[in-house]
């Protein structure tokens, strides 16, 4: 068989794929500025990191004072993270965003290969590709470009082969074990990788990987036959230079202006594109993620030495007033759609059921530990206080206060009843401290951290989340504009 055309198809996909590897990009390191340190430890522990981008010392002594990691995040350039500039949620979005367009477009692009035979261009059918591999690298050594190949010579046969059928996947793959959705409900998967950490320092240096491709697959493009492999790229058949040129400067413009355009408008009215992307990747979040309950069940050798904190604690009279009375003040209030509003001291949540589990926390920022908790189940709780059946959503609230605002996060109702969801007032077998959040917190093991309210003061039971707060579904969201979903 002998490939002289470029279908239309394979073209579109093609073009369609450099947009959305570049956002995919770009976001991804907006990511990684939220926690620009690489571990291949699950227990993360600060200062054991294989390689960081920061210059930031963060030396957490606890004696002194509280430190939190949201300390640790970094403020990257627009350059070369979407949109930079702390904008964890944000990238977030982009990267979701680009990840379903990526995905849709890979996988038709998968099958009209192999619906039309041109898998035959990618896959090699003989062995004899690896030696003829290692004397294309001889000739493209000694800067004899052009080599004879139907349609390509034997290593770009086997690079193009490797991303499209290796790196692409690895992506995927490395990038689900990062979900807390997908690991609680199959704890083994991250252990492919070796844990989380492991499978985010993988799917950095695929990252790096997809760079490397496209500095030298461009740069090869414009060195051997610049305006046949423009053309056919782009028209389906060679072209003049002249034309080849035009395409290609207009091919980067069409980029660029993608880019400066995202990031322009993220910077800019970032709720806007908080609301407007959240729109497309909430609803396919959900359907995937919320009914995925928690396995996990570690062992007490698994806990990790130093869990890290995020949130510093409260610092109002009212608080002050109940630690030092050491909590004996405190009531947890229930209330809202209910049938039956409760006010709860310690001793009352002590004396119902307890729940221990051991599980992996994840941190929005990248971050990971895993620790035992001990609490009520807050299906029990619920099952207690009767829920209307108009309550949609579970809201808690904290004593504490940051950026001006009171914290609170609002969960999906079935996310309340799941197994694993539990209040909990003890860490690792001793009573919770306050950097923990002291005197309760909620754990909710398929969801990213920022979903679990420390220093708990109240639960309200709500039929919509729109108006509390700014009315994005908690103080993250309304604040930072971290996604409502918190499954990936
Ligand atoms: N009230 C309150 N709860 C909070 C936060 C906060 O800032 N305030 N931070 C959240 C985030 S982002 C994380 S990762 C976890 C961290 O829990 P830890 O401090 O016990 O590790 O708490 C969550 N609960
Ligand atoms: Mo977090």
């Given amino acids: 068989m002998v490939f002289d055309d470029f279908p239309f198809w394979l073209r579109f996909a093609h073009f369609i794929n450099i947009v959305f590897i570049i956002l995919l990009i770009r976001s991804g390191v907006e990511i990684l500025s939220a926690l620009p340190k ?36 970094e403020s990257f350039s627009s350059w070369i993270a979407l949109p930079g500039h702390k904008n964890l949620g944000i990238g977030r979005h982009w990267h979701f965003l680009s990840i379903i367009f990526w995905i849709s477009n890979g996988a038709a692009y998968y099958i009209l290969l192999f619906t039309s035979g041109e898998w035959q261009r990618l896959i090699p059918t003989s062995w004899s590709i690896l030696p003829e591999a290692i004397n294309d690298v001889m000739l493209y050594a000694s800067f004899q470009f052009n080599l004879p190949g139907n349609p390509y010579d034997s290593i770009q046969q086997l690079t193009y082969f490797s991303v499209v059928f290796l790196l692409g996947p690895f992506m995927i793959a490395t990038g689900a074990a990062m ?6 409900r199959f704890p083994r998967y991250p252990k492919i990788f070796g844990g989380r950490q492991a499978a985010r320092s993988l799917h950095f240096l695929g990252m790096i990987g997809f760079v490397l491709f496209i500095i030298v697959h461009v740069a090869m493009v414009i060195l051997s036959n610049f305006s046949e ?74 806990v990790t030495p130093f869990f890290r904190v995020n949130g510093y604690p409260p610092d109002t009279k009212e608080y002050e007033n109940l ?7 405190w009531r947890l209030k229930v209330l809202g759609l209910v049938e039956k509003p409760l006010e709860l001291s310690l001793v009352d949540l002590y004396a119902l059921k307890k729940e221990i589990q051991i599980t992996e926390h994840s941190c929005i920022q990248g971050w990971t530990a895993i620790g035992e908790w001990g609490g009520v189940s807050m299906n029990h709780l619920l099952s207690k206080c009767k829920p209307l059946p108009q309550a949609n959503y579970v809201v808690l609230y904290s004593y504490q206060f940051t950026d001006g605002d ?5 969960i999906p109702i079935e996310l309340a009843k799941h197994p694993q969801t539990i209040l909990a007032y003890e860490m690792n077998g001793d009573l919770l401290d306050i950097p923990h959040g002291a005197p309760l917190r909620l754990r909710v093991e398929t969801q990213l951290g920022y979903k679990m309210v420390k220093w708990i003061k109240s639960i309200e039971l709500v039929d919509d989340y729109k108006n509390i707060g700014m009315g994005q579904g908690g103080h993250r969201e309304d604040h930072m504009y971290y996604d409502l979903g918190a499954g990936i």
Avoid: C
Avoid at 244 to 261: E, K, P, Y
Avoid at 323 to 329: C, E, P
Avoid at 406 to 410: D, I, K, L, T
């Fill in 406 to 410: 009171q914290f609170y996060e609002a």
């Fill in 229 to 302: 492999n423009m053309g056919n790229i782009f028209l389906g058949q060679a072209t003049s230079f002249g034309i080849a040129v035009g395409i290609f400067a207009l091919f980067v413009l069409v980029v660029v202006a993608v880019n400066v355009w995202a990031t322009g408008i993220s910077l800019k009215n970032p709720r806007l594109v908080q609301r407007k992307l959240g729109a497309i990747i909430d609803p396919i979040r959900q359907t995937l993620f919320n009914k995925v309950v928690s396995r996990q069940q570690f062992s007490k050798s698994d």
């Fill in 38 to 73: 690489l571990y291949w430890n699950d227990h993360a522990r600060p200062g054991t990191e294989w390689i960081k981008f920061t210059k930031k010392k963060f030396t957490p002594n606890f004696k002194k004072r509280t430190w939190i990691s949201l300390e640790e995040e």
């Fill in 179 to 184: 979900s807390p959705s997908i690991d609680a």
């Fill in 323 to 329: 630690m030092r009375n050491g909590f004996s003040d």
